[in-house]
């Protein structure tokens, strides 16, 4: 689920602009989605006699919790010059990232304080927050930061003829029209769709393996099943790959499905006797013709220890008893299409060590690799 937070930056160090620039850039891969960012003010130091600052706000739509998301952001002051000194007071720093509010979530940490508990007597956070969320209420002084920004004296802040870029221009998931996440069995495609259709708005559409009465008996008889299995997924692929595509969603911004029909060539390859394998590829090429294709295709790739371990932790009964060699043959197959398709926009992303499902971490790191497309 995606938390709109807001955060203040600041720089009174060197390239003041070009220091704000890139913490923008570092949070929108590390930490979120930058949906607004504030006009550039210049402002006189707030605590003590130094530089004068360059300030802006941003309103961030995150999937990490506020303690993972200040943990990312004390990584990015470092890596972009933040020296934090042990002597008390303010001082002039390369760049000053702090969360304003997250969501209306109120706390107290060793880390973290929510709301940041001076940022309603800051003209220079007050104002640039204004630009951007007027209306928002204050969850402890049940104010407007617009009612907020008024009853706070000027203090000198000036806006600047300088202004940010935003780093998700055309970096968004609704730039694709039809994204399609691929893997091999138990490698997380169903739930990295899921995940990201809740979250960037999008149409979903999931494989119906699940009504397959072919499945099951497929892993207990693998020859005498194995073609009425492919022939069975390919007839149910084309059909609701065609009817979802054609049937627009007016209030979702694009379409992401857990498979692409061209998995069932590449498992009736593994799957399937040569003669077979002939006929149905015939087939599947008359098919696949008149199947539109993702602008996107994504391949969630793990090692086969990692996906044997998933297989048995979801529990399915027909599926505990695949050999490692037929997942290892999965792969493979995969991987030989992406490398011999060259026109394919194709993204592979190594989940091996990652848990996108219990880590917004490791999540929020699949969607900014996405993003990069």
């Known amino acids: 689920m995606l938390h709109t937070t807001y955060i203040s930056i600041g720089s009174n160090v060197g390239d003041k602009r070009a220091h704000l620039q890139n913490a923008i850039q570092k949070l929108s891969v590390k930490v979120g989605h930058v949906v607004k960012i504030s006009p550039i003010y210049k402002t006189p130091s707030w605590g003590y006699d130094g530089n004068d600052f360059y300030n802006a706000c941003l309103c961030v739509k995150t999937v990490l919790s506020p303690a993972e998301m200040m943990a990312e952001i004390i990584e990015i002051e470092v890596s972009l010059g933040r ?104 490698a997380g495609k169903t739930s990295l769709a899921t995940k990201i259709a809740q979250d960037f708005n999008g149409k979903l559409i999931l494989e119906r393996f699940a009504d397959n009465p072919f499945l099951p008996k497929f892993y207990e008889d693998n020859s005498r099943y194995a073609f009425p299995l492919e022939m069975s997924f ?3 692929r084309y059909q609701q790959i065609s009817d979802d595509l054609a049937q627009l969603d007016l209030f979702k911004d694009f379409i992401v499905s857990d498979y692409d029909v061209v998995k069932s060539l590449i498992f009736a390859k593994v799957t399937l006797q040569e003669e077979e394998y002939k006929l149905y590829r015939k087939l599947f090429d008359i098919m696949y013709k008149e199947i539109p294709k993702p602008d996107l295709y994504v391949y969630l790739y793990q090692n086969t220890e990692r996906l044997l371990r998933n297989i048995k932790k979801r529990g399915r009964d027909y599926e505990q008893k695949i050999p490692s060699e037929y997942l290892d043959k999965i792969n493979n197959g995969y991987l030989e299409f992406i490398r011999t398709h060259k026109d394919l926009n194709v993204k592979i992303i190594d989940v091996s060590d990652l848990d996108f499902v219990a880590n917004a971490n490791d999540y929020q790191k699949i969607v900014s690799e996405i993003n990069e497309m």
């Open 83 to 186: 020296i934090r000194s042990r002597k008390k007071g303010y001082q002039n720093r390369s760049i000053d990232i702090d969360i304003i509010f997250y969501e209306d979530i109120e706390m107290r940490s060793d880390l973290l304080v929510l709301p940041h508990p001076l940022a309603h007597e800051r003209k220079f956070v007050m104002q640039p927050l204004c630009d951007i969320a007027p209306s928002k209420i204050h969850p402890t002084y049940k104010k407007t930061v617009s009612q907020l920004n008024d009853g706070v004296p000027a203090q000198g802040i000036e806006v600047s003829e300088e202004t940010l870029e935003s780093p998700n221009t055309n970096k968004n998931f609704s730039r694709f029209n039809y994204i399609a996440i691929e893997g091999n069995i138990g």
């Open 234 to 236: 390919l007839a149910d």
